[in-house]
């Protein structure tokens, strides 16, 4: 009996600790993470510049903070480089893929009578009595999204007062939107700004703010703040690496068949390296991949008669899927990946809880914890790398390192 109580006590204490944990997160990435967070990305730049900075500070009689503020400007200096060219391309050919799209919009009340077309052939197959109301309803159907999209230009026809015939919402709601982007402009320079100051200061002062904490903490947690800092960083470096090198090869492929396309008359719309760029990217998400643009591409293509686009478009997202599935096991180590359900949840609570950063924040920080679990730094789930390990699944607890460089030493 008392065993029971005490298990059922200890379960509470520990469901009680872990729930302290998730609000302190949930407040902290709510309403503080973006306000420190100029601060905690040049703490991991500096973190990122130890190991060079300590070479050139060894090997020659400059002074530590004099290298760190040259190695934070190269990196300035190389990313302004690398967003100056990349910008200005995306900027030079958005400017038309707007008014290629704009003029594209003209031809969607064709493509919903291609599909209405379709479908009434396609129906005209059943028995009359389940015809004749299916029928019906496709006709509804796509009368009235001709008519949403048709209807508000044949409404706003002119007054007979030539003055008051324009309507000017259709300035006013363009320029309300720039005024609110640049008001947020400022904030962001000073964000940018005290990022670098700090990433100076946090690089020459490293060892003296890390040797603070560590002198804080009991040997056990410095040791176990060790490690996570290192498994961080190295979960980090090969998710980003790895991800990195997905999106330029899905960058390449697509760009690759576009130009094929291009080739074979099948494609002449232009703007190849500003479609490939964002379709590479919309295919790292694992819920989204290239389906989402090439898919309905195609299938848009192949109802306003283009059949050829449409096939090769097609066969573009066979070979992105193919080749994704091959590589991307190689590139990415398994024991980083969650479980597919497990994505889509926190993609979705992320969005909902954090907004659209969540969507990144979230599954990275779950990933991280899994890492962790696996390796034995905290005890929150048995899994095949720790199965034996004793106590409470949901219990954090500090390993000894001796023991798990005996296990490792058996594997």
Not at 12 to 28: C, Q, S
Not at 39 to 60: E, G
Not at 139 to 157: A, F, G, H, Y
């Amino acid at each position: 009996m008392n065993t029971t109580i005490e298990k059922r006590r200890a379960l509470l204490i520990n469901t009680g600790y872990f729930a302290l944990i998730i609000g302190a997160f949930y407040l902290f990435m709510r309403f503080a993470f973006w306000t420190v967070a100029p601060f905690l990305f040049a703490f991991f730049v500096a973190m990122l510049l130890q190991k060079p900075v300590s070479k050139v500070t060894k090997r020659t009689p400059l002074k530590k903070g004099f290298v760190s503020f040259v190695a934070v400007m190269l990196i300035a200096l190389f990313l302004i480089g690398i967003v100056t060219l990349v910008g200005t391309t995306i900027v030079s050919e958005m400017k038309g893929l707007i008014e290629t799209m704009t003029a594209s919009f003209k031809t969607i009340p064709d493509f919903i009578d291609a599909v209405e077309t379709w479908l009434l052939n396609l129906l005209s197959r059943l028995p009359d009595a389940i015809e004749t109301p299916l029928a019906n309803s496709v006709r509804e159907l796509c009368d009235s999204l001709t008519l949403s999209i048709t209807q508000p230009k044949l409404e706003n026809t002119p007054d007979k007062s030539p003055a008051l015939s324009f309507d000017f919402s259709s300035i006013i709601s363009p320029i309300s939107g720039v005024i609110n982007t640049a008001s947020k402009v400022p904030g962001f320079l000073i964000s940018v700004v005290v990022f670098f100051i700090a990433c100076c200061f946090i690089t020459a002062d490293y060892g003296r703010l890390v040797g603070f904490v560590k002198r804080q903490l009991p040997e056990k947690k410095r040791e176990a703040l060790t490690k996570t800092k290192e498994l961080t960083l190295s979960t980090l470096g090969k998710m980003l690496k790895a991800y990195c090198l997905i999106i330029c090869i899905t960058f390449a492929e697509i760009l690759i068949g576009l130009t094929a396309l291009d080739l074979f008359g099948l494609y002449s719309g232009g703007y190849k390296i500003l479609i490939s760029l964002g379709i590479a990217l919309v295919d790292i998400f694992p819920i989204l991949g290239s389906g989402t643009v090439l898919i309905p591409w195609a299938v848009i293509s192949l109802f306003t008669g283009n059949i050829g686009r449409g096939i090769g478009l097609l066969v573009i997202y066979a070979v992105i899927t193919v080749l994704r599935q091959y590589i991307e096991p190689k590139l990415v180590a398994g024991q980083l990946g969650l479980p597919p359900i497990a994505t889509l949840a926190s993609m979705y609570l992320g969005l909902k809880i954090l907004g659209v950063s969540g969507i990144f924040i979230l599954p990275l920080t779950i990933t991280i914890i899994k890492v962790l679990n696996d390796d034995g730094v905290i005890h929150l789930w048995k899994s095949s790398h720790n199965a034996d390990t004793e106590g409470s699944s949901v219990e954090l607890k500090i390993p000894k390192l001796k023991r798990n460089k005996t296990k490792k030493g058996k594997k």
